[in-house]
């Protein structure tokens, strides 16, 4: 007698959805076999005490957990728990254990969040995925050459000329240096990426109004501690997300237009551009990545636009704050300011000329005093990445899949590494102290294969700017107003604002500062 198929199924409906329930089970187990050894291994772990859903997001957010991290790590050990919005984490702190993530190709990935970000930075080399991240920076790199950032060097220099003078024009006044910083930065952003410069884009004010670049908000944070805008149908369907979705076209449709026009440009200049536009002394990136589709079609018009809009906004926030934050502490740390005022004076020897890359590089005290802004307020504060297979740190072996946070903002006041860690001494950053240091001790560009491909284009523009500034102007503290209140975001914030008091050197010595002060 032969069963069919259909009998059994009449027979025994409930022992068949039995059996389809446990393929079922099965299968959702298999595919979520990583996270549930991430859940069981983090459960074991000790950190910050936690609330229901949001775990640790509001501390993260509200109570300066960063800043507590570096204090309290002897508490919870190499290993840190943390939840965000109901998901499971790790934190590490050590040097020697950041190595082990930072400096392998197998750990790229990151994680969920920085997905939350394309829509205001553009799904450029900081969100793409790991396959596309590699041919991007494989093509972008020779960009940010030596040889080729010297030819960006005289635009920072022209925009920090103007930033000194906006500063001179506010002589013996006390000043929230943080607007004139930001404005002078995105000046700067205009001209070497998108190849817009200051006098045009100032003088034509329908430009300056239509340009979306400073109009956008993250909206990550926001989401992060109302779990349901994670899900992206229900966040688009809101006010928000309607708006980042509207500023994501404008930034889209901006450099798509500007694109055309380039390389519309570039065309009827004929088959001599490449060698006219190496030869150049102003370059922009946007022509850059023009010429680069030309040669290579795999980068195509729309790897283009997400670049642009990446470089225009990623370094507008942390390169204004970490420059600022420089001026600041060399207010108030008058010993420091005179000695770069004294590098500076050397060099230059009364010469009123631009700085030219040989220049910049012989402005090592401050070089060591950005470098000292940056370990204590790391423009980044914290930075993730997801495991690509079993690490192990200490007695704990981190499963594959784990998302892992790294806190520069903590690392960096571990006191066993920087002693006094949250005293400005750049000394720190001396060739001699800096040789004895674990090279992930301290990392404000992070650091590995994806590190930030800007950092020698930041550094340059920081000491573009602020030497353009000390070279004239001798920067006083404002009584009350004399430290940092860091505000946490994707970026660190001064909140309340940096505030000094502006003095022409050709009117005051070193003395007559104090004495205002």
Known sequence: MVVTAQQIWDQTPGGVWAYLVILASIYV???????????????RLNGPKTVPILGNARCVLKDNLLS??????????????????????????????IQLVLSSMKHTRKIFFYKL????????????DVVTWRTHRKFLQPAFHLHILEKFTITFAECAH???????????????????????VYDILSETVLGINRTSRRSNATMEDDLPFRKG??????????????????????????????????????CLEMMKEKRDLLRNKGSDVAEETVGAKKMSLLEYMVEMNEKNPCFNDEDIVEECCTF???????????????????????????????????????DSRLPTMKDLKEMRCLEMCIKETLRLYPSVPIIARILGEDVKIGKHLIPRGCGVFISPYSTHRLPH???????????????????????????????????????????????????????????????????VRPKFRMTI?????????????????????????
């Open 493 to 517: 914030r001064a909140q309340g604002g940096l505030w000094v008091k502006v003095v022409a050197r050709d009117q005051t010595s070193p003395a007559a500062v104090k004495v205002v002060n």
């Open 312 to 350: 225009m906004l990623a370094g507008q926030d942390s390169v204004g704050t970490a420059t600022a934050i420089t001026l600041f502490l060399l207010a108030n740390h008058p010993e420091w300011q005179e000695r770069c005022i004294e590098e500076l004076d050397r060099i230059f020897d009364d």
């Open 29 to 43: 187990l298999y595919i979520l076999k990583n996270y549930i050894r991430c859940v069981i291994f983090i459960s």
């Open 162 to 184: 103007h930033l000194m003078n906006d500063f001179l024009r506010r002589d013996n006044q006390e000043i929230n240096i943080t607007t004139f910083i930001n404005d002078s």
């Open 417 to 483: 590494h920087f002693p006094e860690p949250d005293a400005f001494k750049p000394e720190r950053f001396s060739p001699e102290n800096s040789e004895k240091r674990h090279p992930y001790a301290y990392l404000p560009f992070s650091a590995g294969p994806r590190n930030c491909i800007g950092y020698k284009f930041a550094m340059l523009e920081m000491k573009s700017m602020i030497s353009a500034i000390l070279r004239k102007c001798r920067l006083g503290s404002v009584p009350g107003k004399e430290e």
């Open 117 to 128: 970000l394309d829509n205001f930075l553009g799904k450029g080399l900081i969100t793409r």
């Open 68 to 97: 507590r991290l570096a204090y309290e790590s002897q508490d919870y050990g190499r290993v840190i728990r943390i939840w965000l919005t109901g998901l499971p984490y790790v934190i590490i702190m050590e040097p020697e254990d």
């Open 217 to 254: 908000q993250i909206m990550l944070l926001y989401r992060l501690v109302r779990p349901w805008l994670l899900i992206e149908w229900i966040y688009r369907l809101t006010k928000h997300g309607k708006q980042e979705e509207k500023q994501r076209r404008d930034l889209f449709d901006t």
